[in-house]
């Protein structure tokens, strides 16, 4: 290796052993960070699947309107949401920059729209009487406590990520992030999604009137 | 991920529409009204299906080295799979605190 080879490949990155999953140290570090929070998400629904199935005075708040139809459109928006960070990615790939950024702000947009829809439903809900330890129809306070913990961390997921894909498009625009970091902060979004196909089936639905 | 490997917006669409597709049984499966055991078998199942979907197309991991999903699914499944085995006493252990 000649001496402008090293200083062309940044020192050191021609002299060091490819890594064997072929992919950059950021997007290891996203994926080592959602293995550990999908066994957090799966630790909380797993209990929450035993305590649904063994409690027997289990009550079920959601009806078809507004609770179970407001969850549609939540799921709705989500997964279209991540499709607008797979246009993102796809057009910073292709070097489309001015693209890339508006579909990043309607991934945000959307994203923003979600939490406003979920914290809507939340008010609702507190404001009929649900609770950490309160539960309106009488059954057991085991409802609302598993009902606001889980979709409260993942609504902290959405809030977070909408933080951190505009932190991450700043930066792209002004040329400082590339393509992969796009498709690295869209990892995290789409994490967020695959979460939520979890959390409206298991926490929605099962528990429809 | 190798650029040239990277499906293109109609593929995404496609998968998009699959998903919307799986939601919408789901919510119909609820209003089947089957027990509580069959509805959580029958939603758990199209849920992960659906998360397989999502890992393979929107997080890449199809198009990526086969390693990278070797390394990463069997052991978040091995993660949950123990879970599933220690909660059960969790509960157990709440249970005889009460009575």
């Known amino acids: 290796m000649s001496a402008s080879e090293v200083t062309v490949t940044g020192g050191h990155a021609g002299a060091l052993e490819e890594s064997p999953l072929g992919i950059p140290s950021h997007k290891l570090a996203m994926w080592l ?13 797993f209990a929450y699947g035993f305590l649904r199935v063994g409690t027997p005075d289990w009550t079920k708040p959601f009806a078809l309107w507004p609770s179970i139809a407001n969850g549609c459109i939540m799921t709705v928006i989500l997964l279209s949401s991540s499709l607008t960070m797979l246009g993102a990615g796809s057009a910073a790939r292709a070097g489309h920059a001015a693209r890339c950024l508006r579909w990043i702000g309607a991934t945000m947009l959307l994203g923003a729209l979600f939490a406003v829809l979920h914290l809507r439903e939340w008010f609702a809900m507190i404001h009929e009487g649900w609770g950490l330890k309160h539960n309106p129809l009488g059954g057991s306070t085991l409802v609302g406590a598993t009902f606001f ?13 909408v933080i ?12 400082r ?23 409206f089936p ?3 639905l099962l528990n429809a009137r | 991920m190798d650029a040239r490997l990277a499906p293109n917006m109609k593929t995404y669409v496609v998968v ?16 089947a009204r089957p027990s509580v055991g ?7 199942a199209l849920a ?47 249970s005889l605190r009460l009575h």
Do not use: C, K, N
């Not at chain 1, 951190?164 to 040329?175: C, K, N, P």
């Open chain 1, 164 to 175: 951190a894909i505009g932190v991450v498009a700043l930066r792209f625009r002004r040329g």
């Open chain 2, 38 to 44: 069959t509805l959580l078998a029958t939603l758990l």
């Open chain 1, 33 to 45: 960070f959602i293995m550990a929070d999908g066994a957090t998400f799966g630790a909380i629904l």
């Open chain 1, 202 to 204: 298991l926490v929605y």
């Open chain 2, 48 to 94: 992960l299906l659906e998360a397989g979907v999502a890992l393979l197309y929107f997080m890449h991991l199809r198009y990526e080295r086969r390693a990278l999903l070797w390394w990463t699914v069997p052991l978040v499944l091995f993660a949950l799979v123990m879970l599933d085995q220690v909660w059960p006493d969790a509960v157990r252990l709440a």
């Open chain 2, 16 to 31: 998009w529409v699959g998903m919307m597709f799986l939601v919408a049984v789901e919510v119909l499966a609820t209003y």
């Open chain 1, 149 to 161: 913990g889980i979709t409260g961390l993942h609504l902290l997921h959405v809030v977070s990520g």
């Open chain 1, 177 to 199: 992030l590339g393509a992969a970091h796009i498709e690295t902060v869209g990892l995290y979004w789409h994490f967020v999604d695959l979460v939520w196909m979890f959390v």
